[in-house]
């Protein structure tokens, strides 16, 4: 079976930590550039970091500096790490493949995982 499987989200207090991490199964990461988005509810989808085949890591203005991407090839695996998370990164997280370069343009992401709940509250 082809697919990516993210895991990692819950519920959390502002400026604590989460690990997201996301497996592909059936393919090897190797090839690929690996993002992550999230979408809020009411709102589009938003790219938050990327990181490439031979670029990267990329981030999003608005996490730059709290979150962290990297990737492990040998087990087909990429994390996220999420620090002082706020409010407004509540979110369903979503990890991309694309066979090009990092982008935040949804269109070159060819699989998509089912998403990760990440809900930062008091």
């Known amino acids: 079976q082809v697919g990516l499987v993210e895991s990692g989200g819950g519920l959390v207090e502002p400026g604590g930590s989460l690990r997201l991490s996301c497996i592909a199964s059936?393919?090897?990461?190797?090839?690929?550039?690996i993002a992550w988005f999230r979408q809020a509810p009411g709102e589009d989808r938003e790219g938050v970091s990327c990181?490439?085949?031979?670029?990267?890591?990329y981030y999003s203005d608005s996490v730059k500096g709290r979150f962290t991407i990297s990737r492990d090839n040998g087990k087909d695996t990429v994390h996220l790490q999420m620090n002082s998370l706020r409010s407004e990164d509540t979110a369903v997280y979503y990890c991309?493949?694309?066979?090009?370069?990092?982008?935040?343009?949804?269109?070159?992401?060819?699989?998509w995982g089912q998403g990760t709940q990440v809900t930062v509250s008091s």
């Open positions: 991309a493949t694309a066979t090009t370069y990092c982008t935040w343009n949804t269109i070159y992401y060819e699989s």
């Open positions: 059936g393919f090897n990461l190797d090839n690929y550039a």
């Open positions: 990181i490439g085949r031979g670029d990267g890591p």
